[in-house]
C-alpha cells in the first residue's frame, strides 16, 4: 500500500540528489519514475554539455540481463544486428523489430563477459523476450530497479573521472567498458551516451549511487559539472542525430492503428540489419521490403530560420508528403534541426522541402513556411567524440 | 523390406496417415518423385487397426467412418487395393437405463416415446443443417482465403461463400449466422422435447474437443462433422470400414505406390533440416539425411514446429503462436475383448451393429465435460461405441466379439497424471458400460484403455488430439492453425504443413492432404528436378 500523502510515482536511487539539484522543481514521468525535466535553466545545461559536463540520471532506462550457454544465439534472434561480432566488454547499438519487420525498441546491448549481456532500452519487453527465448538456454531478467546509472557527458567528462581516481579511463575507446574501484566496490563506465559529445555512461549499485552522485559533483566541481534534465538532453540528442522511441517512432508494440509503425529502413537504420545471419524476427519482412521498396524515408532536415519546425507538415511544392517528428534549434552547430518522415520518393540528400511551422506568441499564431535541405547525416559530431585517448579538456 | 532411400526426391512427406498419403498421391500424380516416411509399423496414423488382445482386432483410434471425402477415393482408386465399407448409414441408438432407448436414422426416428412433434422438427432442423454444410463445403475443398494479402483467387472464394451465404435465403442466412457462433445446447432446447434426442444431435458437435454442450460455437462443431452428408463417402451417416480404419491406411499405402510413391515404415523424422528458412530435406533419428526441395508435414502443427524445424529457427511471433495452438485431448478409447454378443438392456439384437452412445440428456454430457476443465476425468462419462464385429467377422474368433468406445472427457494433463489414473478409469468405464450392459463384466477376455497420454506416445500426436488442434471458430479456415501458416505453406519456404491440424481440420478426410498437393501444384515455381 502506497500511503496516499505520498506519490506513486517511484524514486530513481539518485532522487533525493535530483531533489536538492532541481531549482525549478519541474519533474517528468519516466516509465513510472519521476525524473526532473529541468534543473535550473534548459540552455545552461545544454551548454554544460557541450563545453564542460553535464550529468544525467538514466537509472529508469529498461534494463535487463541475458546469461546462459545460448545468450549470444537468442540475441542474434531478437535483434537486426549480427551480435557475433561483439567482443567482450564492448557495446553495440542495437535494435529489434516484430514479426512484420516492424521496429519494436532500439537500445543498447553491453557484452559483461562471455555469456553475460545487458539489453538496455526504452520499453518494457520482458514478454516478447521471454518468447524470443523460448528454444534457448537462456535467463532473461529484469534489472531496471537494480542498477543505477548516470550518462556523464561532454568535453570535461574524461578529466572528471581522472579526478575521481579513475586511472586509465582516457584509454577507454568509444563503446567500450571498464570497470573501476569505487569506495570499496566497483562501478562500471562504458564509453556511450545520447548526446554525441565525449562522455560516458556509469552503472553503480542502487546502494553505491548517492555516495558516488556526491564523489562525482566534488571531483567535477571544478570542471564545471552540472545535472541536466531531460528538455536538454532532447536538444542535445536531436543535435547529434539520435532517434527517440516513442518519439521519431512508435514502438511496434504500441501502435494500434494499421501501417503506423516504421521499418528500420524507414528510420534510416537499414545498416543495423544484418541478413548474413540466422533467422532473427523480421528477417522475411524485411528481405521482402528490401526488394520491393519502402513506404517512408527518414531524413534529417535543415531548416531555414529559427523556429523549431516541431509537428509540422512537409510539403514538396503543394504536396504534403511528410511530417517532422522531432525537431529543435541547435546552438552548437547554430541549426534549426528537424527529422522528418517523408515519402520514399523524397529522401535524397540535398532536396529541398518545405516546413509548414506555426508558432505561437502571446496569443497569436503565425504560419512560417520554411525552405528545408535534407542534410547527408546528423550535422553535430565532434572529433572528440570518437578520440583515443580521449582528450584533457 | 527397406526402401532403398534415394536422396534425390522432390518431396519428402512425413507421416504416412491418411492425410500424407492423400498429399503424396496427388503429388505423385503430376510427375514428382515422393517419399513418405512413417515413424510406426503400418501406414494409416490414428486411422489404425490393432491387435490388442490374441485374435481380437479394433480400430485403435478413429472408428467411425463419415466425413472422407469421395474424391481421396475415388483418386486414389482405393476400392480396387483393399478398401471396402462393411457397413453404411449405420443408426445410431442413444441408450436410456430404462430401456427405452432412441433410434436416430439418418431421415427418421424411432424409439423412446418420440413425439410426432420431434419428429417433425428433426426432418426440417436435418434439412437446414444439411443447407448449412453444403454452404461451409464449398471452403472445404480448397485452401482457406488469407485475409491480408488476398490474391484474387481468394476473394473470389469468399465472395463465393459470401453469395452462397445470401442464396440460403433471409430466414436461413440469418440463423446461420446466428447459429454459427451459439452453442448447440439452446439450440437443442429451441427445436426438440426429447432428452434422447437432444442429447444425440449435442454429442455430435462435441465429440472430440474440449467442450461442452454450452460451449460456444458448438454448433460450428456440428456442421463440421455433418459435411460428410454433402461429400462423404458412403454418405448418408456413419459407415464402418472393413477390417478397421487401419485398413483404409493399408488401402491408401498401395493406392499411393502403385502411383510411383516410395513408403519407408519404422523410418522416424527427427528434424527438418533447414538452411536459413529454406527447407534442406529431413533428417532421420536413425542418422540419415534426405534431401529434398519441399518436406510436407502431415505432423501436427507442434511437433512439426516445435520438434522437426526448432522454435530457435522460428520467428517469434510464429513460435508465440505455434505455442499457442490448443490441442489438448480430452477423448480416450476402450476396447473390450467379448466372450460372446453383448446384451445391453432393452436392446434388440438387431441393433447392436448401431452407433451406440451413453449420453441420456444434455445436463449428462455438460456435467461430464465439467470435470475436465479442472484436471479431472468424468465420474460419469459419455460413450461412443461400436461393436464393429457385428459388421465384420474378421476381428473377432467365431462367436466372440469386440466392443470399442471413444470415451469423453478424460484430460489430457489429469491431475496426478495418468499412470496413477488410467486404472481407476478404466474400472469406472467397465461399471458405467455395466449399468446399461449387465452381463459385461462376465464376457470380458481382456480390455484396454488408451488415454490421451497413451494416444500421444502411440500416434505421436501431440495432447493425443483427436483435430490435431480444437475446431473452434478461433482456430478455423484462415486461423488454422494459425495465421500466417493457414495455406499450407510456412516461414520455412518449402515446408507445408499438411494433417488434421490444418485447414479443414481433423477426422476421417483427407481434404487437408489433398488441399496440399493443390497448393504445392499451384507453387510450381518450387518444382526441383
Ligand atoms: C480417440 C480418437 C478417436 C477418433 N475417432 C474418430 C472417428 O471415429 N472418426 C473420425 O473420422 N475421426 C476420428 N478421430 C480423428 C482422426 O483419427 C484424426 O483426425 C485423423 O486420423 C488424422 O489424420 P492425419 O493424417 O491428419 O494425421 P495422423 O493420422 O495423426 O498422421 C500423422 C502421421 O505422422 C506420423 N509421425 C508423427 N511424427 C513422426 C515422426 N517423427 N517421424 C515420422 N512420422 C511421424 C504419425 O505416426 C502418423 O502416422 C479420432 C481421434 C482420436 C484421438
Same mark, same amino acid.
Given at each position: 500500500m502506497i500511503p496516499h500523502n505520498e506519490s506513486m510515482m517511484l524514486h530513481t536511487p539518485f532522487h533525493s540528489r535530483c531533489a536538492a539539484a532541481c531549482e525549478v522543481n519541474l519533474w517528468e514521468d519516466w516509465k513510472g519514475y519521476t525524473t526532473p525535466q529541468v534543473f535550473t535553466e534548459v540552455d545552461m545545461e545544454y551548454f554544460a554539455v557541450r563545453n564542460s559536463t553535464g550529468v544525467f540520471d538514466l537509472s529508469p532506462m529498461t534494463k535487463y540481463r541475458i546469461t546462459g550457454p545460448d545468450s549470444e544465439a537468442f540475441i542474434n534472434k531478437l535483434i537486426t544486428r549480427d551480435i557475433r561480432k561483439l567482443a567482450v566488454d564492448r557495446v553495440s547499438y542495437v535494435l529489434w523489430c516484430d514479426g512484420e519487420g516492424k521496429v519494436m525498441d532500439d537500445g543498447t546491448i553491453f557484452r559483461l563477459s562471455e555469456d553475460d549481456y545487458r539489453l538496455c532500452c526504452y520499453t518494457r519487453a520482458l514478454d516478447w523476450l521471454m518468447w524470443t527465448a523460448e528454444g534457448f538456454e537462456v535467463t532473461v531478467k529484469e534489472e531496471t530497479a537494480d542498477v543505477a546509472a548516470l550518462a556523464v557527458q561532454g568535453p570535461t567528462s574524461c578529466a572528471v573521472f581522472k579526478a575521481l581516481g579513475f586511472v586509465g579511463i582516457e584509454l577507454l575507446k568509444p563503446f567500450g567498458m571498464s570497470r573501476f574501484k569505487f569506495s570499496g566496490s566497483q562501478v562500471m563506465v562504458s564509453r556511450t551516451g545520447f548526446t554525441g559529445d565525449l562522455g560516458y555512461e556509469v552503472w553503480v549499485e542502487p546502494s553505491l549511487a548517492e555516495s558516488f552522485w556526491d564523489a562525482l559533483f566534488d571531483a567535477g566541481k571544478p570542471h564545471g559539472i552540472r545535472a541536466i534534465g531531460s528538455s536538454a538532453l532532447d536538444m542535445l540528442r536531436i543535435e547529434a542525430g539520435f532517434l527517440q522511441a516513442g518519439v521519431d517512432f512508435i514502438p511496434a508494440d504500441e501502435t494500434i492503428r494499421a501501417g503506423r509503425s516504421r521499418s528500420p529502413f524507414e528510420l534510416g537504420l537499414g545498416w543495423m540489419v544484418s541478413f548474413d545471419k540466422p533467422v532473427f524476427n523480421g528477417r522475411r519482412a524485411l528481405l521482402r521490403e528490401r526488394a520491393q521498396g519502402s513506404r517512408y524515408a527518414f531524413v534529417y532536415l535543415d531548416v531555414e530560420g529559427n523556429k523549431p519546425a516541431e509537428h509540422a507538415f512537409v510539403y514538396h511544392g503543394d504536396q504534403e508528403v511528410g511530417t517532422i517528428t522531432s525537431a529543435a534549434w541547435c546552438p552548437t552547430t547554430k541549426t534549426n534541426i528537424a527529422f522528418a518522415q517523408v515519402d520514399a520518393k523524397f529522401g535524397r540528400p540535398g532536396q529541398s522541402l518545405v516546413a509548414e511551422i506555426y508558432y505561437e506568441r502571446e496569443l497569436k499564431w503565425t504560419r512560417v513556411m520554411a525552405q528545408c535541405k535534407v542534410t547527408k547525416g546528423a550535422l553535430f559530431s565532434p572529433d572528440r567524440r570518437r578520440q583515443t585517448p580521449a582528450p584533457n579538456f | 523390406m527397406m526402401t532403398e532411400i534415394k536422396s534425390e526426391y522432390d518431396v519428402v512427406v512425413i507421416g504416412a496417415g491418411h492425410n500424407g498419403l492423400a498429399c503424396a498421391a496427388s503429388l505423385a500424380k503430376t510427375g514428382r518423385k515422393v517419399i513418405v516416411i512413417e515413424a510406426l509399423d503400418s501406414p494409416g496414423g490414428a486411422c489404425a487397426t490393432t491387435e490388442f488382445y490374441e485374435k481380437f482386432s479394433v480400430s485403435s483410434c478413429a472408428q467411425w467412418l463419415y466425413q472422407l471425402n469421395d474424391s481421396v477415393v475415388s483418386q486414389m482408386s482405393l476400392e480396387q487395393h483393399g478398401f471396402e465399407l462393411s457397413a453404411r448409414n449405420i443408426p445410431t441408438t442413444v441408450l436410456c437405463e430404462s430401456g427405452d432407448h432412441l433410434t436416430v436414422f439418418s431421415d427418421r426416428l424411432e424409439g423412446a416415446g418420440v413425439s410426432d412433434k420431434d419428429k417433425a422438427a428433426f426432418k426440417s432442423f436435418t434439412k437446414q443443417m444439411l443447407k448449412f454444410c453444403?454452404? =461451409?463445403? #464449398?471452403?472445404? #475443398? !480448397? !485452401?482457406? $482465403?488469407? =485475409?491480408? %494479402? !488476398? /490474391?484474387?483467387? %481468394?476473394?473470389m472464394a469468399l465472395l463465393g461463400l459470401g453469395m452462397k451465404i445470401k442464396m440460403l435465403g433471409k430466414t436461413d442466412m440469418r440463423d446461420l449466422m446466428r447459429l454459427g457462433l451459439i452453442n448447440i445446447y439452446d439450440v437443442m432446447e429451441e427445436n426438440f422435447d426429447n432428452d434422447l434426442l437432444k442429447a444425440a444431435i449435442s454429442l455430435d458437435s462435441v465429440m472430440g474437443s474440449h467442450m461442452g454442450p454450452r460451449s460456444p460455437n458448438t454448433v460450428f462443431g456440428y456442421l463440421y462433422r455433418h459435411m460428410g452428408d454433402i461429400y462423404g463417402y458412403g454418405r448418408p451417416g456413419v459407415s464402418v470400414v472393413r477390417g478397421g480404419m487401419g485398413q483404409l491406411g493399408q488401402s491408401m499405402a498401395k493406392a499411393a505406390k502403385a502411383m510411383g510413391v516410395d513408403i519407408e515404415l519404422n523410418a522416424s523424422v527427427d528434424r527438418i533440416s533447414i538452411d536459413l528458412d529454406k527447407v534442406m530435406g529431413v533428417v532421420l533419428k %536413425?542418422?540419415? @539425411?534426405?534431401?529434398?526441395?519441399?518436406?510436407? /508435414? /502431415?505432423? %501436427?502443427? #507442434?511437433?512439426?514446429? @516445435? #520438434? *522437426?524445424?526448432g522454435l530457435a529457427n522460428l520467428e517469434t511471433d510464429t513460435l508465440r503462436r505455434v505455442k499457442n495452438v490448443r490441442m489438448k485431448g480430452d477423448a480416450a478409447k476402450l476396447h473390450i475383448a467379448l466372450d460372446g454378443l $453383448?446384451? *445391453?438392456m432393452g436392446l434388440a439384437e438387431s441393433r447392436l451393429g448401431d452407433r451406440l452412445l451413453i449420453a441420456p440428456n444434455m445436463e449428462y454430457i455438460e456435467k461430464a465435460f465439467n470435470p475436465s476443465k479442472y484436471g479431472k476425468f468424468s465420474t460419469s462419462p459419455i460413450m461412443d461405441i461400436s461393436i464393429p464385429s457385428i459388421h465384420d467377422s474378421g476381428l473377432a474368433p467365431e462367436g466372440k466379439h469386440v466392443l470399442s468406445a471413444i470415451v469423453q472427457y478424460a484430460p489430457y494433463d489429469l491431475e496426478g497424471g495418468w499412470e496413477a489414473g488410467k486404472q481407476p478409469f478404466q474400472n469406472l468405464l467397465i461399471d458405467c458400460l455395466s449399468q446399461y450392459y449387465p452381463g459385461l463384466k462376465h464376457q470380458i477376455l481382456s480390455a484396454e484403455l488408451l488415454t490421451p497420454v497413451d494416444i500421444e506416445e502411440r500416434y505421436l500426436i501431440h495432447g493425443g488430439h483427436w483435430h490435431h488442434g480444437e475446431i473452434s471458430l478461433d482456430q478455423i479456415l484462415m486461423m488454422r492453425p494459425f495465421p500466417g501458416v493457414s495455406q499450407y505453406s510456412t516461414p520455412v519456404d518449402g515446408l507445408y504443413l499438411s494433417g488434421a491440424g490444418t485447414h479443414p481440420g481433423g477426422g476421417v478426410l483427407g481434404l487437408a492432404g489433398l488441399n496440399t498437393a493443390k497448393e504445392i501444384i499451384s507453387q510450381k515455381k518450387n518444382r526441383t528436378g
Open positions: - | 453444403d454452404v =461451409l463445403s #464449398k471452403a472445404f #475443398k !480448397r !485452401r482457406p $482465403p488469407n =485475409l491480408v %494479402d !488476398r /490474391s484474387f483467387g %481468394d476473394v %536413425d542418422g540419415r @539425411e534426405l534431401r529434398a526441395g519441399i518436406v510436407v /508435414s /502431415s505432423a %501436427d502443427p #507442434k511437433t512439426t514446429f @516445435e #520438434k *522437426f524445424v $453383448p446384451n *445391453f
